[in-house]
């Protein structure tokens, strides 16, 4: 059994993280595992494979590949690139790193929400300058006890934040694409249908976009969206840029439909210098930065051989990605 691994260039690097893998494996018999540095590696070592572990897999790459081709692990969990016809028309198994992220990303979310509602950044503004302005800032505080938090999209990363906004004594309402009824469980006051979005947006003070990117959330939150929030509302997208109307948000922002937005990810990465965004004071922004930690990668190959071990003794994978639902 052949398995690539294209986690990492470095050799000293991908070495460390094979010994991460065995050592998580209860067993390594028959396996052979191939570092895959490069895409033109992957296009020569693909026909032979029967699992491959990777960030991105191409059209291009994944065109060599044969019928040996068991299943590919992405080693993300925004895998919308990768989800390219030939691989969803595919027999092959398509897994992600769903979860690595949940913790980073909820208590960046929790640090956006801090931020602006405890007004650090006009705490920073009176060491530069000196200025005494206790009561100016006073007055905007805001406590999270008894706020509500809206949560579109309800998976591991969803509910981390659930979780977290829970040990702030703050409501949540959360949405789930395969949600049927209204339910109340421990740390979501209501898990609602999507189609109640509306219920959600108007009744938040906070709101978390966390769903994936799909034909069906590509642009699920604009101009009409927008309006159904509390004026004193604050959007928060640390999922997919393209998720939200940019320019509809930057046109809400300017005119305080919604009181600010804290945004991790945009339409265009790396987001362009001439952006309006920079120029708004009522926004938080940050690189694409929620779900990075430095030890990403190995806690994706602990994942990664997890699933491994399942694969090799017949039991279903976790994390696996329906090719309908393309998430």
Same mark, same amino acid.
């Given at each position: ?5 294209? &986690? ?13 893998? =065995?050592? +998580?494996?209860?067993?390594? +018999? %028959? ?7 490069? +895409? ?21 790459? !994944?065109? =060599?590949?044969?019928? =040996? ?6 080693? +993300? ?48 503004? !009176? ?25 579109? %999209? ?9 979780? =977290? ?25 209501? &898990? ?11 009744? #938040? ?21 927008? #309006? ?7 959007l928060i997208n640390i999922a997919r840029g393209e998720i939200i109307n940019e320019t509809e948000l930057i046109d809400a922002l300017k005119s305080n439909t919604i009181a600010g937005a804290a945004l991790d990810v945009f339409e265009n990465e790396p987001l362009p210098?001439?952006?309006?965004? !920079?120029?708004?004071?009522?926004v938080f922004l940050s690189p694409h930065i929620s779900g990075n930690f430095p030890e990403y990668q190995q806690d994706v190959v602990v994942q990664f051989a997890d699933n491994l071990n399942r694969y090799l003794s017949g039991k279903p994978l976790k994390n696996r ?7």
């Amino acid at each position: 059994m052949k398995i690539g691994i294209q &986690l990492t260039k470095n050799p000293e690097k991908y070495q460390y993280l094979l010994s991460e893998l =065995k050592s +998580n494996l209860q067993s390594e +018999n %028959g396996m052979e595992f191939i570092h895959i540095p490069t +895409n033109k590696e992957l296009i020569r070592e693909i026909p032979n494979l029967e699992i491959l572990t990777t960030y991105y897999l191409g059209e291009e790459e !994944f065109y =060599k590949a044969t019928d =040996k081709l068991q299943w590919v692990h992405f080693g +993300n969990a925004g895998i919308e690139q990768s989800l390219h016809t030939s691989l969803l028309n595919s027999k092959t198994i398509i897994t992600n790193a769903g979860g690595v992220h949940a913790g980073p990303v909820s208590e960046f979310v929790m640090g956006m929400m801090l931020y602006l509602s405890k007004q650090f950044k006009g705490c920073e503004k !009176f060491k530069q300058e000196r200025k005494w302005t206790q009561w100016e800032l006073a007055r905007k505080t805001i406590q999270l006890k008894s706020k509500t938090v809206g949560i579109i %999209g309800f998976g591991a990363l969803g509910k981390a934040v659930a979780k =977290k906004a829970k040990a702030f004594d703050m409501k949540v309402i959360a949405t789930r694409r395969l949600q049927k009824k209204v339910e109340h469980k421990k740390t979501v006051d209501e &898990l609602i249908p999507v189609s109640q979005l509306d219920h959600l947006l108007k009744e #938040s003070d906070y709101v978390v976009v966390a769903c994936p990117l799909t034909p069906l959330t590509r642009n699920m939150i604009g101009k009409m969206q927008l #309006s159904q929030m509390k004026p004193s509302a604050i959007l928060i997208n640390i999922a997919r840029g393209e998720i939200i109307n940019e320019t509809e948000l930057i046109d809400a922002l300017k005119s305080n439909t919604i009181a600010g937005a804290a945004l991790d990810v945009f339409e265009n990465e790396p987001l362009p210098k001439e952006s309006p965004l !920079f120029a708004l004071d009522n926004v938080f922004l940050s690189p694409h930065i929620s779900g990075n930690f430095p030890e990403y990668q190995q806690d994706v190959v602990v994942q990664f051989a997890d699933n491994l071990n399942r694969y090799l003794s017949g039991k279903p994978l976790k994390n696996r990605v329906c090719k309908k639902r393309m998430y």
